[in-house]
């Protein structure tokens, strides 16, 4: 029996994205921001922070940093430290609420 043969892998990892956003209250030195964190490994963490909008939808500023931090992995990404010749761009795949002030956001390579 002939065994098939394994696919090809593809140029660029398959690549998935949570990004962890949290509110942080004012101190004495910084305002009130939102701090978006990306953890691909030990070694590899990128941070991003929006200021807080007072606004009528605060929370969008959430969604703000985790794209910011989501540019940052991209930019990372197509530096050339996986496959220089194929773009990596992220889609949004969802939401979820940990606690009052901290998202979970989640990311597919498109």
Known sequence: ???PTAPA???VPSLGAAVTVRFR???NHRGARWSATLRRNSKLTLRASVPF???DSASNGADEAARACLERF???C???HFAPSVPVAFEPRGRCSIDADTYAYFFANA
């Open 25 to 27: 209250p004012p101190t």
């Open 9 to 11: 892998l593809p140029a």
């Open 53 to 55: 909008n007072y606004g």
């Open 78 to 80: 197509n530096s050339g």
């Open 74 to 76: 991209a930019a990372f």
């Open 1 to 3: 029996m002939q065994h």
